[in-house]
């Protein structure tokens, strides 16, 4: 296995965009087997930091109760409120129903839920890593590219020290903006897959930027094609089965 600090002179440059790291990727014998140990160890930590995070807003949460009772107390008070009360029957309890339902349900992420994501963080990284590394050599190798698959691993692996973004995650609350921390680690990602493919396959810059954009979509389009087929035979076994019990 890799010492520490060649894996954190490794991940350090792949973040910062550094073209002799992903060389050095391209060109190692052992680079596969440090994309992969990279992808585990950063996929791991980013893990266990959100898990640190999430449990340190689990325990400063507010009481979901309470926060039920202060909305409902709220709207209840608001004119709209007796204008839907006098104009529709059955609105008061409706309204009754809904919140004991939501009332005591968390607002944040539950120690299970965030240990469990944990677990398989690094299962999940090590095939997001390997699914879009294929898709990347592939459409490179169309556009020309010339390097082998296994280095297309070994210098895509470096991609995933975008994700390094995620370690502020260790901090509650650190994000204040929902979505905005994935966003920045997805833009600096294929970022560093663009740097990837353009070292490893020698395309020009251009070749190299489609290459990169256009794997994930048809990654994206596969997979919404195999949702449409899934719900079709869903729905088709379903209606045979309304019209077995209606006979």
Do not use: K
Request: contains cysteine; glycine residues 12%; charged residues 10%.
């Amino acid at each position: 296995m890799e010492a520490p600090p060649s894996l954190v002179r490794l991940a350090l440059g792949g973040l910062l965009l550094d073209p002799t790291a992903y060389r050095a990727q391209r060109e190692s014998p052992d680079g596969m087997r440090r994309g992969l140990i990279l992808v585990l160890l950063i996929s791991l930590l980013v893990g266990v930091a959100t898990l640190i995070g999430d449990l340190g807003e689990f325990l400063t949460q507010p009481d979901p109760q309470a926060v039920g009772d202060t909305l409902r107390s709220g709207l209840t008070g608001m004119p709209w409120y007796q204008q839907a009360v006098e104009t529709t029957p059955g609105f008061a309890d409706a309204f009754e129903q809904f919140f004991a339902q939501i009332g005591g349900l968390p607002f944040m992420p539950t120690p299970l839920g965030s240990l469990l994501g944990a677990v398989i963080a690094p299962l999940l990284g090590l095939i997001g890593w390997f699914i879009g590394g294929t898709m990347v050599h592939l459409v490179a190798r169309a556009f020309g590219g010339t390097g082998r698959f296994e280095q297309t691993l070994a210098t895509t692996a470096l991609a995933s020290s975008a994700n390094l973004l995620g370690l502020v995650q260790v901090v509650p609350y650190a994000e204040v903006f929902p979505g905005a921390l994935l966003l920045a680690g997805a833009l600096l990602g294929l970022l560093c897959s663009y740097m990837a493919v353009r070292e490893t396959h020698g395309l020009a810059s251009w070749r190299a930027f489609w290459a990169v954009t256009l794997g994930p979509l048809l990654l994206s389009l596969l997979l919404l094609a195999l949702y449409c087929c899934v719900v079709f035979v869903f729905a088709g076994a379903f209606g045979s089965f309304v019209q077995g019990v209606g006979q």
